[in-house]
T-cell receptor, first 112, second 110 residues
């Protein structure tokens, strides 16, 4: 596709459940980023991939959060034992460094 | 740790007026970005500023960068309702990730 694609666009889950969010970056972009945006806040960095490896995962809040990018393209953000505080919009972005970042539309996660 | 602060956080302005949004950051950086976000939407890139003294303009918006002062400004000229949105600055941290400011929510009224 022409842009960064994220699925699902909306996800409602119950506290304690497991969630996966998917990001399909722009073709050819080697770098992929995950951000989290809470209501009324700026995007908060979570993790950054260069190719298949996580170059910087310093933003992951705790060990319930994990992300993979096994083939250097599509990435999945995985959240275990979800908590209400995990509710946010999860944004994915990609670029061909050091070029501009392009953001997807986001996945809105609501934990009841 | 790189910190990025914007002010004001909220701005209500009348159509036709001018105003400036400020973005301060705490450590040296290679580049600074301005983004626009409409409610429920993702981030739209407005400007990329790459060097000290850089100035870019698009329509009623003009962005500038002073790397010595660690300050960027987004100036709005003769505001119109269509500019109502939230504006974020973001600073490149060691070229591997962007750190975003708190955002400025702009409302333009008739």
């Amino acid at each position: 596709g022409a842009g960064v694609s994220q699925t699902p666009s909306n996800k409602v889950t119950e506290k304690g459940k497991y969630v996966e969010l998917r990001c399909d970056p722009i073709s050819g972009h080697t770098a992929l980023y995950w951000y989290r945006q809470s209501l009324g806040q700026g995007p908060e960095f979570l993790i950054y991939f260069q190719g298949t490896g996580a170059a910087d995962d310093s933003g992951l809040p705790n060990d319930r959060f994990f992300a993979v990018r096994p083939e250097g393209s599509v990435s999945t953000l995985k959240i275990q034992r979800t908590e209400r505080g995990d509710s946010a919009v999860y944004l994915c972005a990609s670029n061909d460094p050091p070029g501009e970042l392009f953001f997807g539309e986001g996945s809105r996660l609501t934990v009841l | 740790e790189l910190k990025v602060e914007q002010n004001p956080l909220f701005l209500s302005m009348q159509e036709g007026k001018n105003y400036t949004i400020y973005c301060n950051y705490s450590t040296t950086s290679d580049r600074l970005y301005w983004y626009r976000q409409d409610p429920g939407k993702s981030l739209e890139s407005l400007f990329v500023l790459l060097s000290n003294g850089a100035v870019k303009q698009e329509g009623r918006l003009m962005a500038s960068l002073d790397t010595k002062a660690r300050l960027s400004t987004l100036h709005i000229t003769a505001a119109v309702h269509d500019l109502s949105a939230t504006y974020f600055c973001a600073v490149d941290h060691n070229t591997d990730k962007l750190i975003f400011g708190t955002g400025t929510r702009l409302q333009v009224f008739p």
